[in-house]
């Protein structure tokens, strides 16, 4: 049985005080192995800060990204062993915004996925359409192409300490979340692809939902059968909010 996990992506927002307020609220959260595991993704600058506030919690640390190279001259990047010095578990690679935005393509995404494992990382892979993909009835081929590519360069094994999370562009801060069936049906699709390569690995491997997830709805997204939990946007920048995703947090590790 997957235990559920519930991820906060504060995305670009945040100040020292406005965290110090929200951790607070959100370790209120923190229902140990009674609840889901939480893993909070402040920006970088603040990740040592908020990382000091959540010790002797069960919460997790994350980054929203991380560099695809080791170390170097890449002004302005931050690498896996720096997250990993300043007490992060976990880092998002792919997320739409970046691919978006900032141009990454799937190759970029792999790398930064590889290069988050090389560094003891548990990389969150970020997968999902456009809402022109979904109307042309392209959803399963492009989330395929997503994770495809990323196994293809790190393989499998790549995928035995990793986390996926299903998140349609359309439903992302758009206060549309993808139905319960919806999201089940691609998470699904994502599951059978890895079970192709590794039925074990498929069974363990958590698949999160994002898009919208709010208290309201966290529940009944949860409890699908292939739904591991959630990837939050918005909704984790209030506490109270996020707290109450947390405790309709769904199926608990047995
Ligand atoms: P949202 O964002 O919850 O605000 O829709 C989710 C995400 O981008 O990870």
Redesign the pocket.
């Known amino acids: 049985m997957r235990r559920s996990l519930v ?1 906060g ?1 504060w ?1 670009m927002h945040g100040s020292r005080s406005d965290n110090t307020r929200l951790v607070e609220e959100i370790l209120r959260a923190d229902q140990g192995d009674a609840g889901p595991e939480i893993l909070v993704c402040p920006p970088f600058v603040y990740l040592w800060e908020v990382g000091r506030q959540l010790r002797g919690s069960s919460l997790a640390l994350g980054g929203q990204d991380v560099c695809a190279e080791a170390a170097g001259a890449h002004t302005g990047e931050v690498s896996a062993s720096m997250l990993k010095d300043v007490g992060c578990s976990h880092a ?1 690679v792919g ?3 970046r691919r978006a935005l900032y141009g990454e393509d799937d190759q970029l995404v792999a790398r930064k996925f590889a290069a988050a494992q090389r560094e003891g990382l548990t990389p969150i892979l ?1 997968v999902g359409e456009t809402l022109e993909e979904r109307e042309e009835g392209r959803t399963a081929e492009v989330v395929l192409r997503q994770l495809d590519a990323v196994l293809g360069v790190a393989g499998t094994d790549g995928f035995m300490r990793a986390v996926m ?1 299903y ?1 349609p562009v359309w ?5 549309k ?1 993808a139905t319960p069936d919806q999201a089940q049906e691609v998470h699904a699709l994502l599951r059978a692809r890895l079970a192709e390569k590794d039925a074990t690995m498929a069974a363990c491997l958590r698949i999160l939902y ?5 208290a309201v709805n966290a529940a009944e997204l949860f409890a699908m059968p292939d739904v591991d939990g ?7 920048l209030n506490g109270e909010e996020f707290r109450r995703i947390c405790e309709g947090g769904g199926k608990q590790g047995a």
Do not use: D
């Open positions: 991820a992506n995305k998002i997320h739409s915004e970020c999370a998140e439903a992302i801060g758009t206060g979340n994002g898009g919208s997830v709010k959630g990837l939050v946007g918005g909704a984790s």
